[in-house]
């Protein structure tokens, strides 16, 4: 199949995860892909930061798989941040069009909404290409907007007109069924993971040495966005005693985001800045090597809608990797892993804290909830399985008689 994947993200800059992984393991299975993005954190200088409609071709793009090959293409835009975001609604709208119109793919594999979604779907349907939405998130709900109506209007339109809606948790199945989704034109297909790359492993002595710590250190570790519910300030104001009288534990932040600046700030007041370790953004190759530095791994997202409704594959990542997980009860997580196995669910405040540190004291239970969660995603996880589920999901939508 030729095969158009479509986000509103920058594809060769952001933090590798599915929309890296599955492109690039269809063209490994012999299809040919093509993905259309959007420049964000793509600097730009003079005249060019406000117009430059011209878009870039970047073929033979691989970042996740090795022998992998995705075009990447990605449109123009007219004036910079934040702007640039809210033309581009306009300005993608020719590729997408030009592209559907003349090329001959047999189906669009859409992640983004506001920014090329909606749009999408109605050129699409114009031109008899099937749609499937692959979503992983609610959109409207992860940052805070003036536009936050206008994006929840796309979001639904998208739910009621795409030819099939994909999610990767049941939860946010249930969301999108509940504001359009037809019930018999949904799924929830968890997406795989590269057990290959995460795996148990010893500490990386070389890693240790770059941030200033020893093999004796207990280590908690944060990795992902920055988001503001991520609850990174909660966390850190409710274990900052246990890291002031424990000079031996260490909170290792993997990562970046729009708080970072007010986590830093946060550190620094609470002087924690010899307990706590900004590592900024790693590189995809060095993300597991960091992931097998953490004893325990944590999640203390604040638990609402957007939340909820997400699979958090950080969990899932740390898990693989031989590192237990302590997480806020998150319905759509907590569909994949059950309590104990892999996880520890508690609610935010002392009842987490108190968990991380009974699994930084005690080896054994550490052990015993990996090795559950190892043996679960194992069977439930696996990227030949989720991708030929995936593969499978597409073709039924192209051979679909009512797709588009």
Known sequence: ?????????????????????IPELLSLRGHEVV???????????????????????????SRAHRGSSVEVRTP???????????????TQVPVIWKALRDEGFDAVVLYGVPTNGWQTVRIARHFGVPVLFRTVD???????????????????????????????????????????SDPERISVDYAGLDFDRFHPGEKDPMLLARYGLSEDDKIVLFMGTFYRFAGLDWFIEEFADHLRTHSEVKLILVGGGEYDSELRVLVSRLGLGSSVVFTGFVEYNELADHLRLADVGITPFRPQLATDCAL????????????????????GTQGLLAEGVGVRYRKQGNDFVEEVIHLLA????????????????????????????MESR???????????
Request: net charge positive; charged share 25%; with cysteine.
């Open 362 to 389: 005690f080896d054994s239970d550490r052990t015993r909830v990996v090795t559950s969660g190892r043996i679960h995603l194992g069977e439930q996880c696996r990227w030949d399985g989720s991708l030929e589920s």
């Open 1 to 21: 199949m030729k095969l158009l994947f479509i986000h509103e993200v920058n594809w060769r800059r952001k933090v590798v995860f599915e929309i890296h992984d």
């Open 138 to 180: 609610i959109s409207h709900l992860l940052r805070k907007s003036i536009f936050r109506p206008l994006i929840k209007l796309a979001e639904h339109s998208i739910y009621k007109r795409a030819d099939w809606v994909s999610t990767n948790n049941v939860a946010l199945r249930d969301y999108c069924i509940e504001h359009g």
């Open 312 to 331: 958090v594959t950080k969990v899932v990542q740390y898990v693989a990797s031989g590192v237990p997980a302590v997480c806020t009860p998150l319905v």
């Open 76 to 90: 123009g835009r007219v004036f910079p941040p934040p702007f640039d975001r809210l033309f581009a609604s306009i």
């Open 394 to 404: 597409i073709a039924t939508v192209v051979d679909s008689p009512e797709a588009s």
């Open 35 to 61: 993905f259309i993005d959007f420049p964000e954190s793509e600097p730009r200088r003079g005249l060019r930061r406000f117009l430059d409609l011209k878009t870039e071709v970047h073929a033979h793009q």
